[in-house]
């Protein structure tokens, strides 16, 4: 039962154009969502987060965008530079059930030079 | 602030062979999580301890998996017998573990498990 959802094994976009990446989810009752990257032989880090009393959140080149409604979540990366291409993973939280986190099974971003 | 620590990064072993795996959370983190990554999928977690005291291990394989965090600090994560399909990056991750809603995770460099 997968409860988190990133739909695009991979992504390429072009340096210093946007990257959009998406997720979605079917349980309602998360409150929190994350977004890590992943780069190869290390641990996913922590990027950017929204509650879900919010629908944007920014910082940086980073943004992220919740619509409840559709279950959905995107982050969008403006400028896209070389250095942001790694694997992004989608995470949500169930603040009911001791804060467990739930994850996609991750998009891969190449940014071309 | 020192992040989350693992050891070994890396590690081989033959089948039926057994094997363990060390987490130090960041300081001041309450909870645990063990997590397992195989390649192209998303972390499925393991085992999930608040101090120490175990929370969620439904996803466990406990008839050749366990876990242990003992003083509410350190964790260790043993499989026994290696089975073939083990062979993954293993992630461990702690939170403050507040009551906070906006608990977030922060994951070690994880170890690579190969079973041959």
């Known amino acids: 039962d997968q409860q988190v959802k990133q739909n695009s094994p991979s992504l390429s976009v072009q340096e210093g154009r946007i990257s959009i990446l998406n997720c979605d989810y079917t349980n309602s009752m998360f409150d929190y969502f994350l977004w890590y990257k992943k780069y190869p032989a290390e641990g996913p880090t922590f990027l950017i987060s929204?509650?879900?009393?919010?629908d944007k959140n920014e910082d940086g080149r980073f943004t992220v965008f919740l619509n409840k409604s559709a279950k959905h979540l995107s982050l969008h990366i403006v400028p896209s530079q070389p250095g942001d291409s790694a694997v992004y993973f989608c995470a949500a939280k169930d603040g009911r059930n001791f804060n467990k986190f739930y994850f996609g099974s991750g998009t891969k971003l190449n940014v071309k030079p | 602030e020192a992040g989350v620590a693992q050891s070994p990064r890396y590690k081989i072993i033959e089948k039926r062979q057994s094997v363990a795996f060390w987490c130090n959370p960041i300081?001041?983190?309450?909870?645990l999580y063990w997590y397992q990554q195989i390649l192209g999928q998303g972390p499925k977690l393991l085992i999930q301890?608040?101090?120490?005291?175990?929370?969620?291990d439904s996803q466990l394989p406990k008839d050749r998996f366990s876990a242990e965090r003992l003083k509410g600090v350190d964790s260790t994560l043993k499989i026994q017998p290696a089975k073939l399909e083990d062979s993954a990056v293993y992630l461990c991750a702690s939170s403050l573990g507040a009551s906070s809603y906006q608990e977030t995770q922060y994951f070690g460099p994880g170890t690579r498990l190969l079973v041959l």
């Open positions: 929204i509650s879900s009393i919010k």
């Open positions: 301890f608040q101090n120490n005291g175990v929370v969620d």
């Open positions: 300081s001041g983190h309450a909870t």
